[in-house]
């Protein structure tokens, strides 16, 4: 009488030829299962290393846009604090729903996405603002410190563009920085001058009963509310005043602004 197979299960599978199809599929399957495990293991292990990387590449990139703007590089040395960007909905004063800085170009793109300015409300000559706009906030222990603000407005001889930088009660203007004019050169085209910019820090913007009252003024400032003008650029500097006035007010920055003062951002 022949003797009981006593090999388990792991033994016949050991003993079976190797090219069978049986175990060619059984060790394929282990194989892939301990990859696939290996797999899960690292990356639960690596996602902390690399969104601590992908944090510390988008800080890079957005100091590094920011450092490019002049005048910025020395306002944020001196303030500190960690630099950080958000997409603001312009109307709502709120961060924008589905439209991040990586996509905020292509937002725009749209005509949908602009909006007509009453002509009674546009300071800035613009005839229409974007819905959306990139804002960039310095923080400093968690609070916000400084917000760097992109501001247009039409000039004597066309377009301007800059970035007005406001302090922490968000009515103090830290610094100007004109990234883009056309005015007439020795006259309105003097607004990219350091001695001109220079005038710009500790000028307050709004009275206590919350009134705009900044101004470029037609000589020298008499009072907080106004920088000193350019002499023989009075439309130049009529529409800096107009310009600054428009993207603090209720059409531009205003709401975004004032929730910031409430501590939202």
Do not use: H
Not at 128 to 133: E, K, L, S, T, V
Not at 156 to 181: C, F
Not at 182 to 211: K, M, V, Y
């Amino acid at each position: 009488m022949a003797e009981p197979d006593r090999a388990g299960p792991w033994r016949r599978f050991l003993a079976a030829p190797n090219e069978s199809r049986g175990k060619t599929i059984a060790v394929a399957f282990a194989v892939s299962a301990v990859c696939a495990v290996l797999v899960s293991v690292a990356t639960v292990t690596l996602r902390p290393i690399q969104a601590a990387n992908r944090a510390a590449e988008e800080q890079a990139r957005i100091e590094s846009l920011v450092r490019g703007i002049p005048g910025m590089a020395g306002l944020l040395e001196q303030s500190g604090g960690t630099l950080g960007t958000v997409v603001i909905d312009l109307e709502r004063g709120r961060a924008a729903d589905g439209v991040t800085p990586a996509t905020l170009e292509a937002a725009l793109a749209d005509p949908a996405n602009w909006s007509a300015i009453p002509p009674a409300e546009d300071l800035a000559d613009l005839g229409q603002r974007p819905d959306y706009a990139q804002v960039f906030l310095l923080r400093d222990g968690g609070e916000v410190s400084v917000v760097l603000l992109p501001i247009a407005g039409t000039g004597y001889n066309g377009r301007i563009d800059a970035v007005l930088a406001l302090g922490a009660d968000m009515t103090t203007i830290a610094g100007l920085s004109i990234t883009r004019q056309s005015e007439t050169p020795g006259l309105g085209a003097r607004i990219e001058e350091a001695a001109w910019l220079s005038d710009f820090p500790g000028t307050r913007t709004r009275d206590e009963a919350g009134n705009l009252r900044f101004a470029v003024a037609r000589g020298a400032a008499s009072s907080v509310y106004e920088v000193d003008g350019i002499t023989g650029a009075t439309r130049t500097s009529n529409a800096m005043t107009r310009m600054i006035r428009f993207w603090l007010g209720p059409e531009g920055y205003g709401p975004f602004l004032d929730a910031v003062r409430r501590g939202e951002f």
